[in-house]
């Protein structure tokens, strides 16, 4: 590594910290460590190395230089004027984290966990993966540092998302198909965490989001800050004050804890968390843990989750992969009850018809994660009308789920994506909304050669 | 006083380890899996864990979670969990609830506690609760006088091995492999030094689990802890369509081991 480092981070500069956790991670009633006695000296252990870590020049340089050179952070702030006019008229701006090397804000995390894990004299890392953004990101950041790594997805998921399983491959990790339970998310959660209790000697588990046993909430949340620190400057300096509102999917929670956490301290920024309404709250198909859930204990940590009567989670279902959870992140669930920040529900019809809009807009294909937080702002967008700023976190760039989109808006035959010119634009729900999509996918093929 | 550590403190008066076994309500159905449980209290099970179905049982490995899934989708819950604790203690071996906490959350702390006392059980196993975590269920506990089990780890500190132990009562549970249930052609020394590290600290009975298929690994296991905890072949042998006649020859292997204290190999 021969670029300089920026220069070393004086730690009294570094943002303030929320008040929260607790030195036991919990926030109010929620988080915590509900996990087997087995795992406590690991999690132990990464608190103590991450507590030194988040102070120490050294490693702040290089997660710093890391960042810069590598993610291509600062990642830009886009005003998307055109998008804008479906939402009420209201100022729009994507904090733009599709932009980031491997496609998401997931970059952020794990480039951080790695370097962690080399710190505490770990030669293996595990995650686990939904729609494959976090599994592609520790994939990358594995290879970037000499670690070995295997993640794990629901098999359910690996249909869904087969060319993230690709990339992971070619970046040299081993992927696990899950086939216990659901074979989504939750379950590629539950064989992760009994890989680690079986190689916790060897092997750290990089967590994909803000949930989990304690210090996941918080040392993901802190890593992935940066999004809403860069967003609150850059807004600041394009337009001189804050914006009314902060709008971000939340499926676990990483993107939008990442890009709400500067603003908590600002009382007049409202904070809107969009969930995965699925086919709609009421027909209990849906992925929206805070408004269809109530609290219990799940992965680790107390928050909200999906369960029934006896306390068996419930199997989600979201269009979207990566929202595709029955939990959510414990600090989330204290905002929600601070009243600090609102959960909605987006259904998939809401959030697929934002994806079509940004893409006719503004030539920007997001993913479908992040759509769910496109179609808030044209809900929100419109009820606090033209003189209001919008801030939009685009977690991430939607290649990945140019297959699901195609086949929501009935464009030929995609078991294997026809990426002629002959689309029959009479089938098209929203016209001309995807017509580039399949250009996209023959590009996505030739960055993975 | 405590159900389980009189029966352990019998067994030894015996020369003996307690044989504990462990199955889950559901599977392949509630009276079929409650049969089983009769089963092996029936070959010579002293005390019998009465597993709650859970649909994220993170510490189980695949023969557990296989049966688990089963009961889960058929709707199992605490209710069908009672009726096994009060048959166990009816064949007359000492039921004790093993549970993911959710579940008991859920149902409610108290109301569990009320519930299990009265229909005859012991406490409760609960494997992804630690101590720290644990304030109702400690409240309740003490309420009711019921038993609480939690797990060491040959992972955890000499200290976590002094504050947990001191919170359990009943027995403490040495989870012997660092991994998930299952089988094991060899239980290893681990679980030795995990017992020996235990009993420095606590007076209180040491109970292995994690590994043990049978009544060898019984016998070697006995050698060192108070009581010798098998689930997953126990479920294997349901799984395999053995029924409860191949429960009960297991419990019959098996508390031949016990008994056969130091001559494991």
Known sequence: MTAPHPPAPDVRDLPARPAWPDATGHFGPYGGRFVPEALIAALDELTEA??????????????????????????????????????GGARVMLKREDLNHTGSHKINNVLGQALLTKRIGKSRVIAETGA??????????????????????????????????????????????????????????????????????TTNYVFGTVAGPHPFPAMVRDFQRVIGDEAREQVLERIGRLPDVVLACVG????????????????????????????????????????????????????????????????????????????????????????????????????????????RTEGIIPAIESAHALAGAMQVGREVGPDAVLLVNLSGRGDKDVETASRWFGLGDHEEVDPGPGLDTDQQPTEGAVSNDDATAGQDAGELA | MSLLQDRISAARAEGRAALIAYLPVGYPDVDASIEAMVAAVEGGADIVEIGVPYSDPGMDGPTIQEAVDVAVRAGVGMTHVLRGVEAVAAAGAVPVVMSYWNPIERYGVDRFADDLAAAGGAGAITPDLIPDEAGPWLAATDRTGLDRVFLVAPSSTDARLASTTAACRG????????????????????????????????????????????????????????????????VRALLDGGGPAAVRALSVDLAGGVRRVGSGT
């Open chain 1, 50 to 87: 991450y507590e030194a870590m988040r102070v120490d020049p050294a490693f702040l340089g290089e997660f710093a230089r890391l960042q810069r050179d590598y993610t291509g952070r600062p990642s830009p702030l886009t005003d998307v004027p055109r998008f804008a006019e479906h939402c």
């Open chain 1, 252 to 359: 676990g929670g990483s993107n939008a804890i990442g890009i709400f956490t500067a603003f908590v301290p600002d009382d007049g920024v409202r904070l809107v968390g969009l969930e995965a309404g699925g086919d709609g709250v009421d027909t209990g198909r849906h992925a929206a843990t805070i408004t269809g859930g109530d609290p219990g204990v799940l992965h680790g940590a107390r928050s909200y989750l999906l369960q029934d009567d006896n306390g068996q989670t419930i199997e989600s279902h979201s269009i979207s992969a990566g929202l595709d959870y029955p939990g959510v992140g414990p600090e989330h669930a204290y905002l929600h009850d601070l009243g600090r920040a609102e959960y909605r529900p987006v259904t998939d019809s809401e959030a697929m018809e934002a994806f079509a809009l940004l893409c």
């Open chain 1, 132 to 201: 494959g953004q976090h599994g592609v990101a520790t994939a990358t950041a594995a290879a970037l540092m000499g670690l070995s790594c295997t993640v794990y997805m629901g098999e359910e998921d690996t249909r869904r998302q087969a060319l993230n399983v690709a990339r992971m491959r070619l970046l040299g990790a081993e992927v696990v198909p899950v086939t216990t339970g659901s074979r989504t998310l939750k379950d590629a959660i539950n064989e992760a965490f009994r890989d680690w209790v079986t190689n916790v000697e």
């Open chain 2, 171 to 234: 027995f403490v549970y040495a989870a012997s492999t660092m991994g998930v249930t299952g089988t094991r052609a060899s239980v290893g020394d681990a679980a030795q030094r995990l017992v020996e590290r235990t009993r420095a600290v606590t007076d209180r009975p040491v109970c292995v689990g994690l590994g043990v298929s049978d009544g060898d690994q019984a016998a070697e296991v006995a050698g060192f802890a108070d009581g010798v905890i098998v689930g997953s072949a126990y």
